[in-house]
């Protein structure tokens, strides 16, 4: 069984950083994407970032420019760097991953809150 384990999360002031990271169980390269989801209270979970097996990226329109995806290989770990944090981003993160045959995984989310 795939297990995605996140970390990171945390209390920050708006205008702050996070960076949140994923680790999987297995090779990553046995995903064809891997990707972020949040979820605020009382909202549907949504698309933060994702990225494919081969590097394409793609973000959801209120965190480009501010948030970023990326990968190591070698760590079987995916991060997403969080930057000029705004209160609307807290929302419980959750790491996602999909085989090419549609399996999917999820991992147990890790809280953030942006907050003065």
């Avoid at 708006?14 to 090779?27: K, M, N, Q, V």
């Avoid at 064809?32 to 973000?59: C, F, H, I």
């Amino acid at each position: 069984q795939v297990q995605l384990v996140e970390s990171g999360g945390g209390l920050v002031q708006p205008g702050g950083s996070l960076r949140l990271s994923c680790a999987a169980s297995t090779s990553i390269f046995s995903f064809d994407r891997m990707g972020w989801y949040r979820q605020a209270p009382g909202k549907q979970r949504e698309l933060v970032a994702q990225t494919r097996r081969w590097g394409s990226n793609n973000y959801a329109d209120a965190v480009r420019g501010r948030f970023t995806i990326s990968k190591d290989n070698a760590k079987n770990t995916v991060y997403l760097q969080m930057n000029n944090l705004k209160p609307e981003d807290t929302a419980v993160y959750y790491c996602n991953a999909a085989t090419p045959s549609l399996d999917d995984y999820w991992g147990q989310g890790t809280q953030v809150t942006v907050s003065s």
